[in-house]
């Protein structure tokens, strides 16, 4: 439960304030800590809201997405690409789109998760800030992959901001629910691109599963780069061999990896038609 409200002037204060209160967390939108049962134990809220991360830029061949950047305006701006907006969109209530940031929904890096899967798909970067042991303060650029494969030494690291390149890449994602307010069994990210030879290469394969965390399909990955797998059939099948999944209230671990197949395997088919989105 809260008790306390601070509110970071600049990114370092943020830092320190988190490294000296025990027990707190970085305030973003909001939208997991106010939540009904939330996951986030802390007695301390440290806000984010006066350190200007909520703009979206271009910087030349890259998309600068500040971390306190809400969904609604993914959705609203005109540099974000399609894809993004599309998997803004999944969060099916405009209310908490105008409070749920993207910074917010990264760090949570949770099964439910509206964008990681999109993202971590899209090979974006990450622009961080830390304090080292002796509290000198530092920034980062880092692939957002290694943010998910070691999320919790990133605790106490803060996200500044989204970096994403305009290259020609095919990136989507697909959430499966009950309905658009609902939690997700699964949601779903691929990503790829064709090199000069027009051979598949820097293939990304997410899922977030319900009860088993975002996971990265690495020999999924291995298998299309070299050309093992051909076909929507041929994915699919691998996909439903390498998924994580349990029984739940959401739905069996059967169904689930059912569902992550036959949605990473649409969304291989939709990139042998051609085309980024």
Not at 28 to 52: H, P, Q, W, Y
Not at 173 to 190: C, D, L, W
Not at 210 to 225: D, K, P, T, W
Request: proline content about 1%; some cysteine; charged content about 20%.
């Amino acid at each position: 439960m809260i008790q306390e409200f601070l509110i970071a002037t600049d990114t370092e204060e943020a830092l320190r304030l988190k490294r000296n209160k025990a027990k707190s967390v970085w305030y973003a939108g909001g939208t997991e800590i106010n939540r009904l049962n939330s996951s986030v134990e802390a007695t301390c809220a440290i806000s984010l809201a006066k350190l200007g991360l909520d703009t979206i830029t271009e910087e030349g061949s890259f998309i600068r997405i500040g971390s306190m950047v809400t969904l609604q305006q993914l959705v609203a701006s005109p540099l974000i690409p399609l894809w993004l907006k599309e998997a803004a969109l999944t969060c099916g209530s405009f209310t908490r789109r105008n409070m749920a940031t993207i910074g917010g929904n990264l760090a949570l890096m949770s099964d439910h998760s509206y964008l990681a899967p999109a993202l971590l798909a899209s090979r974006c970067r990450l622009l961080t800030a830390n304090l080292t042991e002796g509290g000198a303060y530092s920034e980062d650029n880092i692939p957002i992959r290694e943010y998910h494969t070691y999320h919790q030494q990133f605790s106490g690291t803060l996200l500044l901001a989204v970096s994403l390149s305009k290259d020609l890449r095919f990136v989507g994602s697909k959430r499966y629910a009950t309905s658009v307010q609902n939690r997700s069994a699964v949601h779903v990210g691929f990503g790829a691109t064709l090199n000069s030879e027009q051979v598949i290469d820097h293939v990304r394969v997410f899922a977030a599963v319900h009860g088993s965390g975002v996971q990265r399909l690495s020999s999924v990955e291995n298998a299309i780069e070299n050309g093992e797998l051909t076909t929507r059939e041929d994915v699919q099948l691998a996909v439903q061999h390498a998924i994580t999944a349990v029984d739940d209230s959401i739905g069996s671990a059967e169904y689930k990896r059912y569902i992550a197949s036959e949605g990473i395997g649409q969304l291989f088919a939709e990139f042998l038609k051609g085309g980024a989105k």
